[in-house]
Nanobody, 111 residues
Framework: QVQLVESGGGLVQAGGSLRLSCAASGRIFSISAMGWFRQAPGKQRELVATITTGGTTNYADAVKGRFTISRDNAKNTVYLQMNSLKPEDTAVYYC?????WGQGTQVTVSS
């Protein structure tokens, strides 16, 4: 089985930046498309960004121009660089790939 472990969340002021990481480990036979999702209190989980095995990216309209998803296949790691953070970005951020979800990492943006 594959395990996904997120890191990099925390508390930041509006306008600040954070970089999330998601490391995959375990029985990895081939790379997978990966995605970041988020879930705010009382809301459904929503897509933030995705990246294909070839590096093609896709973003939710709410984060376009502020967030960047990238991957390092040699390290089996996907990243989410988040700039110009807003209070509405506050949520638990989840990594998805290899048909697995990570445990989530909390991002809190104060106004």
């Amino acid at each position: 089985q594959v395990q996904l472990v997120e890191s990099g969340g925390g508390l930041v002021q509006a306008g600040g930046s954070l970089r999330l990481s998601c490391a995959a480990s375990g029985r990895i036979f081939s790379i997978s498309a990966m995605g970041w999702f988020r879930q705010a209190p009382g809301k459904q989980r929503e897509l933030v960004a995705t990246i294909t095995t070839g590096g093609t990216t896709n973003y939710a309209d709410a984060v376009k121009g502020r967030f960047t998803i990238s991957r390092d296949n040699a390290k089996n790691t996907v990243y989410l660089q988040m700039n110009s953070l807003k209070p509405e970005d506050t949520a638990v951020y989840y990594c998805n790939g290899y048909s697995r979800w990570g445990q989530g990492t909390q991002v809190t943006v104060s106004s």
